[in-house]
Each structure stands twice: as structure tokens, then as C-alpha cells.
């Protein structure tokens, strides 16, 4: 388990990647973002992308399952209190493997509450082309190490 105390400033991690389907693409649209380039084929041949795309909405869930796989998921994360950018740059389609790369950008112990402390994560999710698809900014809390 990795506490507040074990991360430092400028550390990068890699997580992924996810190959995303069609079908997926298809069932998070239909349930959660239907508009017709997520969810018709012709409507999205149509559309200015020329095809089926992922909702951003999809792609920044695949991101942070990626990152609770890879990072949060052994560490003594506290959860979110919200994210600062959230950019989708390029269409995510069928058969893209996405990964993650997380920086962290800053560490704050908490002033008030001296079981934790806080981050600043940039994640930047990129294509099997090494394209980047989507940035974002996010904020979390961490457990601090428990005293011995």
C-alpha cells in the first residue's frame, strides 16, 4: 500500500492499455450519451467524424479504471474532490488501445485534517498511434502513513 508519503512530485505512471469495441462503444452511448455518432453508423458516416466514436464521457471512464488498475488501486487513495481540465482532443473509435500516462503535479498535506493530503494528477490518455485523446487535470486525496 503506498500512502501521501510514498509519491513524489514529477513521478510518472503508465497504465493500460484497453482495446475498446465497438459493442462498448455502443452500449455506454446508448445508455449514457446517445447521440447519433455514438450510436448509428450512418448517421456517424455522415457526421464530421466519418464513422463510430466513443463518447468523451466513455473515454474518461476507461481512463480512470486504467488509473485505479494501475495506481489508485494500490494506494491509500481517499477519493476525488473534483477535476480542473478535462480536454477530449481526438475521436476514440473501435479497436483504439488506450493508455495513461499520470503525472503528479502537486503535493499538499491537508491544513485542517492531518490523516491526509492532497494531489494534482495531469493524465493523458493516448491511442495505439501515441496520439493523445483526451488531458485532464484531477484532483485527489490521499491517506496519510498511519503512525507505527
Not at 22 to 40: T, W
Not at 45 to 73: D, K, M, N, P, Y
Not at 77 to 89: A, K
Not at 95 to 102: F, I, K, M, T
Request: aromatic residues 8%.
Amino acid at each position: 500500500m503506498r500512502y501521501f508519503e510514498d509519491f513524489e512530485v514529477g513521478e510518472v505512471s503508465e497504465c493500460g492499455p484497453h482495446v475498446v469495441t465497438r459493442e462498448e462503444i455502443l452500449a455506454f452511448a446508448k445508455q449514457f450519451d446517445p447521440q447519433p455518432f455514438h450510436v448509428d453508423d450512418e448517421a456517424a458516416r455522415q457526421s464530421i467524424f466519418g464513422g463510430i466514436i466513443a463518447s468523451g464521457w466513455h473515454t474518461a471512464a476507461i481512463c480512470h479504471r486504467l488509473v485505479v488498475e494501475g495506481l489508485l488501486g494500490k494506494a491509500a487513495s481517499m477519493g476525488s474532490p473534483g477535476v480542473d481540465e478535462l480536454r477530449w482532443l481526438k475521436p476514440v473509435r473501435p479497436g483504439d488501445a488506450l493508455s495513461v500516462r499520470v503525472e503528479l503535479l502537486e503535493k499538499q498535506p491537508s491544513r485542517s485534517k492531518a490523516d491526509r493530503g492532497s494531489f494534482k494528477f495531469r493524465f493523458q490518455v493516448s491511442n495505439q498511434k501515441g496520439e493523445v485523446v483526451m488531458t485532464e487535470i484531477a484532483n485527489a486525496l490521499f491517506a496519510r502513513r498511519p503512525p507505527a
